[in-house]
DNA sequence: TTTAATAATGATAATCATTACTGATTACAA
DNA sequence: TTGTAATCAGTAATGATTATCATTATTAAA
């Protein structure tokens, strides 16, 4: 049994990805832990990203995109990713339980949770287009 | 505008990904292909997957493990995935498209779609690891 | 305090899925 | 036929993530 140490890297991540509403990348939270911590490397951001995850207190988000984005709140919630900017937002719906059961009824599979992800364009990049159709 | 030719490769592909049930990853396919044209290349894969999605005859299903999933039928519908072997299955249950009009209401974005996938353990790996506890 | 055990680090190499490139081949409209 | 653009196989490149390793830091016990 691995007991954890105490690292100022980890606390610093944790701290950084608690503070955001944002649900940044790796390669987003290495670029800022670097402004504070200049030797940080990539790697020691995903390996604490790994142990955070194993310890409950951080959450993996896939989206279908390339890189995947973190998220410092593990509570079950749904998330909106934009098609054109791929950024995350949390969205504020409440969370239908009742579907775990139903698919596992449904499929005879040992259902344990679900994850729902709404797709679109986001409010910001909805402007920047209409700004471009104004300078057409 | 770039018109398609007809290819053997991807009309082979096409009709490999039409008749299973499973929800391949390219690799999966590169081999069964090669059972019949040895020389088909992983490119090739890729590279008529793209092709079919552009043209929507093939919808890419991203789960959360490292590779992709491919699956022909491109009719809006749910899935599970097994956190145990990482099979991805269909679910029979009846899509909510009121959901998209809930979440843009409350989110201010524009919604265009959404993905629901379950998880869990699978009946073959739930029978697995009874098997296993038997022999114990 | 020292010390000993071991977790964590930065740097870098390796991996793995996917994409891009290239020169040869093929489909197909004129 | 023939011109041309799509497609191919083969291979190199990319990009995100993971593994390795020698060194450093944390922690609990002596």
């Known amino acids: 049994m691995k007991t954890l140490k105490y690292s100022r890297q980890r606390e610093e991540l944790y701290d950084l ?5 944002t649900h940044p990348t790796a390669d987003w939270l290495y670029g800022e832990l670097r402004k504070k911590m200049p030797n940080i490397s990539l790697g020691t951001v995903y ?10 207190k951080v959450q993996k ?3 279908g995109t390339s ?3 973190f998220d410092a709140n593990t509570s ?3 998330h909106f990713v934009c098609n054109c900017c ?7 719906m409440e969370v239908m339980e009742n ?10 599979h040992k259902v344990t949770g679900h994850s729902l992800l709404f797709y679109g364009t ?14 057409q």
């Open 17 to 21: 990805l608690s503070s955001v509403k």
């Open 47 to 56: 390996r604490n990203l790994a142990l955070l995850i194993e310890a409950g």
């Open 61 to 63: 988000i896939t989206v």
């Open 67 to 69: 890189t995947d984005h």
């Open 76 to 78: 079950n919630h749904y």
């Open 86 to 92: 791929e950024r995350v937002y949390d969205l504020d």
């Open 99 to 108: 579907l775990n059961q139903e698919a596992e009824e449904q499929s005879g």
């Open 122 to 135: 986001c409010n910001a990049c909805k402007e920047k287009e209409n700004r471009k159709d104004v300078l």
